[in-house]
């Protein structure tokens, strides 16, 4: 293969621009990558962190509840008896209370601690609001789960002991209450924000996320809308681009809440020093190849272009659009040279195609209307034969109907020159046929059932009724007592060679005469070679009309039918061309 001066010069811009950009592209997404990690790794080891923290403080918390729903002096209150003295009673009573006090004090965050007794129908709280017992304290959400329930975090903690003198109400003897402020959460927030940066908030589902006090509700809306935080894994980094800068988002699941920790940081900072570097060196490859575009630019113009317009002239030759011709440049090179060798080359190519191709229609429509005019002597001779018949046995209407349907057959054969027809005449002209025959004999029945949508399709003239001639011939009148012919039809959709055709079937079916497998293997052998004396003309000549109008499978196929006789399928493709109403074809 030889290669053009222009083709030379741009492998060669190629090869020295290339592997430069690529090498550098390569380092500097390296490097971007390298630093993109490691401030992904970092910040998700510092939310870690802070997750711990937070989820040890609200662990602390739910572990005071387990501690007082197992303490000897709630667990002496819950077992007393109308015998108790109220002395005991309201000793225990105070020192739950001081307990209650010292667990709340213990912890580092804000929360309130309630305890209710349904049986005895008390309330011990560190809340001075919560001291009256109330119904509504029993409708408590699943216990074991820290929910956020009217701005605030709720652990409910219950026993399931059974006992013998259960209340109406419940079936449990202690419900165990502790809340938190969520402003606890916001205050570490605050405190990881100033220390470790990023703008963190927490995400519980269902509810508002809990932001720190500075935060952006524009950049925390834009990463709910972005990320699916509700189908997340348990950690992670996500990035994405707000406002023009890009996000590094760090999320760590808390399994004390059952929400997402997340907090985005500015990659910006980061990777602009690295776009400063990226951007000078793309600017000096740019200039590179301006200045390399500029020396082959001349050598595309005198060399390229009249190269691509020789190739699109031999690719619309070799589709066959024939009249295609280059315009001519009046340079005085060897392009102009080309062209001009060209189209003369093209025009010769054209003139010759024409000739062979008027010279083959010429040829083909020679052939069919050799065959078709076999066929009509071949009916004559025994439309003439029965009216002697007729005659001879003085059956006037009978000599005047056959008198009358041959008359109507050649002004149909002699109405013009066409060679083509349509379904529906052809069936007409059946109709009359079998017409005549039933009344040369009583014991022929028959029934046309073809459906509309084949009516109107053109097929080549005496098609139809030469089968069904043959069908009274050879397969009913050999047989004793009545026969039946039914001629029907049916369209499908084909593919062949990649494209869509429909195929076209008539079907003429007898009860008559049935014919063995090799009998039928035969037939079909023989209608697909030279005429022989075995076969009859008018059968010969459909199954070789169709095959050289239509092609591929197209003409006469036999089968046996199961309950006595034969069927004969007459079969025709017409390809489909899209946009195309049929433009008289069949």
Request: aromatic share 10%; hydrophobic share 35%.
């Amino acid at each position: 293969m030889k290669f053009t001066v222009f083709s030379k010069t741009v492998m060669l811009l190629v090869c020295l621009l290339v592997p430069i950009l690529l090498l550098y592209t390569y380092a500097n997404q390296a490097n971007v990558d390298m630093i993109v990690e490691e401030k992904q790794q970092s910040s998700l080891n510092q939310f870690n962190y802070f997750s711990s923290q937070v989820d040890k403080n609200i662990e602390q918390l739910s572990l005071y509840g387990l501690t007082l729903l197992r303490d000897p002096s709630i667990l002496h209150y819950r077992y007393m008896t109308e015998s108790t003295s109220q002395y005991e009673k309201n000793s225990i009573y105070l020192d739950i209370l001081d307990k209650l006090s010292l667990y709340q004090s213990t912890s580092r965050w804000k929360n309130d601690i309630t305890i209710v007794l349904p049986q005895a129908e008390l309330v011990l709280s560190t809340m001075s609001n919560r001291t009256v017992f109330n119904e509504k304290m029993l409708n408590f959400p699943q216990p074991g789960r820290w929910q956020l329930n009217e701005g605030s975090f709720t652990y409910f903690f219950t026993d399931n002991y059974e006992w013998n003198e259960k209340p109406v109400t419940t079936d449990v003897r202690t419900v165990m209450e502790i809340d938190f402020d969520p402003m606890n959460i916001v205050a570490m927030l605050d405190d990881f924000k100033e220390a470790q940066g990023g703008d963190p908030f927490l995400l519980v589902p269902g509810n508002e996320p809990l932001l720190n006090r500075s935060a952006d509700p524009e950049l925390v809306e834009a990463i709910m809308e972005d990320m699916p935080l509700n189908a997340l894994g348990s950690e992670g980094n996500h990035q994405l681009e707000v406002g023009g800068k890009q996000y590094l988002v760090s999320y760590v699941f808390s399994k004390q809440l059952n929400g997402i920790y997340v907090n985005p940081v500015v990659l910006d900072d980061l990777l602009t020093p690295m776009d400063k570097s990226r951007n000078m060196f793309i600017t000096s490859i740019l200039l590179l190849l301006v200045l390399s575009i500029g020396a082959a630019l001349l050598l595309y113009r005198k060399v390229q272009v009249p190269i691509q317009r020789l190739m699109r002239g031999l690719q619309q030759i070799r589709k066959g659009q024939l009249s295609t011709r280059i315009p001519v440049d009046h340079s005085r090179d060897e392009f102009a040279y080309l062209t001009q060798s060209f189209n003369h080359m093209a025009e010769q190519i054209q003139e010759l195609i024409e000739k062979v191709y008027e010279e083959r229609i010429r040829s083909r429509e020679a052939t069919l209307k050799h065959l078709q005019s076999q066929i009509n002597p071949h009916f004559l001779y025994n439309c003439l034969f029965y009216i002697k018949n007729m005659t001879q046995l003085g059956n006037r209407e009978a000599v005047i109907a056959m008198s009358l349907s041959l008359g109507d057959y050649y002004r149909y054969i002699t109405r013009d020159e066409n060679d083509m027809t349509t379904v529906e005449e052809e069936i007409r002209l059946l109709d009359n046929y079998l017409s005549i025959q039933q009344m040369r004999t009583n014991r022929l029945s028959y029934e046309i059932a073809v459906p509309q949508e084949l009516m109107q399709q053109h097929i080549p003239r005496l098609l139809i009724q030469p089968i069904v001639e043959n069908a009274v011939i050879h397969g009913i009148e050999p047989m004793e007592g009545s026969g039946h012919i039914v001629v029907t039809g049916m369209a499908a959709q084909e593919q062949i060679d990649g494209k869509q055709y429909t195929r076209y079937s008539l079907f003429v079916d007898n009860d008559g005469v049935t014919l063995t497998p090799e009998e039928i293997a035969g037939l079909e052998r023989e209608i697909n070679e030279p005429m022989g004396e075995e076969i009859g003309t008018g059968t010969w000549n459909v199954h070789q009309r169709l095959v050289t109008r239509y092609g591929h499978s197209s003409g006469l196929h036999f089968a046996s039918i199961p309950y006595g006789g034969l069927s004969v399928e007459i079969r025709w493709f017409e390809e489909e061309y899209p946009n195309d109403e049929s433009n008289g074809r069949g």
